[in-house]
């Protein structure tokens, strides 16, 4: 797509970083390792907005298979921002996505412009924080991810997300720097969580559990894992009442909120077993 020397073309593995960094000028605090494991969820699926030869635009487009697709790191550089450029790599995303149920995260503020494009709200989601450290549950239930089968936890990750997303969590789970737990109970992977280093602090997501106890389980096995000097992040989807129990009863704070929003039919998705959103830009 080419408009007045404007072009929207795939990013290549080594330009998603700079998306990344840009994440980072905007304050979304991505994390340290984040573009490598956002590429293998689908190579394809990075776009980047060229002007007059300069990189000014980028939006991940991600396929999750034939029916569902997710939106996000839609940004724009300051200086180019008001010319419409945003609008034409996201009719580029949209169009990378036709015929699937498409979902991103937007800021309240820009529910309004998404609506446009016939996006519908689902529900709000919300960012806690809170401190590393404290004691770890002698819960024996709770144990190194890496020690479950690989097979285990993807058919668990495949009942909690809308669609497979096997090449992504075999990276997600395994970075150097992160951490991953799951509680396993009579060999039966009951939940599992992963926490990642990002510019400030840490961040657990997903966090995924049949039941709160589960949950706060991994989670205190989580923090417990860094220094209570460490800023950790929990971004959970407000309609599990639950998790906000969970995220309250740690000492954690309410920050800011999005929303998720489907321009098609919204996926059945298990929220009350969702106490961690995996990250707003791959849903």
């Keep these: 797509m080419e408009i007045d020397g404007y072009i929207v073309r795939e990013m290549s593995e080594g330009e998603v970083s700079l998306a990344i960094e840009w994440a980072a000028e905007e304050g979304w605090n991505p994390g340290v390792r984040d573009s490598d494991c956002l590429y293998a969820a689908d190579p394809h699926g990075f776009l980047v907005g060229i002007y007059d030869g300069l990189p000014v635009s980028s939006l991940s487009a991600v396929s999750y298979g034939p029916d569902?697709?997710?939106?996000?790191?839609?940004?724009?550089?300051?200086?180019?921002?008001?010319?419409?450029?945003?609008?034409?790599?996201?009719?580029?995303?949209?169009a990378r996505l036709d015929g699937?149920?498409?979902?991103?995260?937007?800021?309240?503020?820009?529910?309004?412009?998404?609506?446009?494009?016939?996006?519908?709200?689902?529900?709000?989601?919300?960012?806690?924080?809170?401190?590393?450290?404290?004691?770890?549950?002698?819960?024996?239930?709770?144990?190194?991810?890496?020690?479950?089968?690989?097979?285990?936890?993807?058919?668990?990750?495949?009942?909690?997300?809308?669609?497979?997303?096997?090449?992504?969590?075999?990276?997600?789970?395994?970075?150097?720097?992160?951490?991953?737990?799951?509680f396993?109970?009579?060999?039966?992977?009951?939940?599992?969580?992963?926490?990642?280093?990002?510019?400030?602090?840490?961040?657990?997501?997903?966090?995924?559990?049949?039941?709160?106890?589960?949950?706060?389980?991994?989670?205190?096995?989580?923090?417990?894992?860094?220094?209570?000097?460490?800023?950790?992040?929990?971004?959970?989807?407000?309609p599990n009442g639950p998790a906000v129990e969970l995220a309250q009863s740690v000492g954690m704070v309410q920050g800011f909120q999005t929303v998720r929003m489907y321009n098609g039919k919204p996926p059945d998705t298990p929220l009350d077993r969702w106490f961690g959103v995996t990250s707003f830009g791959l849903g």
Excluded at 68 to 94: C, D, T, W
């Design 68 to 94: 569902f697709g997710f939106l996000g790191l839609f940004i724009v550089n300051p200086a180019f921002r008001g010319h419409g450029l945003g609008q034409e790599i996201f009719r580029a995303g949209l």
């Design 184 to 238: 396993v109970d009579d060999g039966e992977i009951l939940g599992y969580g992963v926490m990642r280093p990002c510019r400030l602090g840490y961040k657990i997501g997903p966090l995924f559990a049949d039941a709160y106890e589960v949950a706060l389980a991994i989670f205190q096995g989580l923090r417990s894992l860094i220094s209570e000097t460490e800023p950790v992040f929990l971004d959970l989807p407000l």
């Design 100 to 182: 699937k149920v498409v979902g991103l995260d937007a800021v309240l503020e820009q529910e309004k412009p998404y609506s446009r494009w016939g996006f519908e709200r689902a529900h709000l989601n919300v960012r806690y924080q809170g401190w590393g450290g404290k004691s770890r549950p002698a819960s024996t239930e709770v144990v190194a991810l890496s020690k479950v089968p690989l097979d285990e936890i993807l058919a668990y990750d495949d009942g909690l997300f809308p669609a497979a997303r096997h090449e992504f969590v075999r990276c997600w789970i395994s970075r150097p720097g992160s951490n991953a737990l799951a």
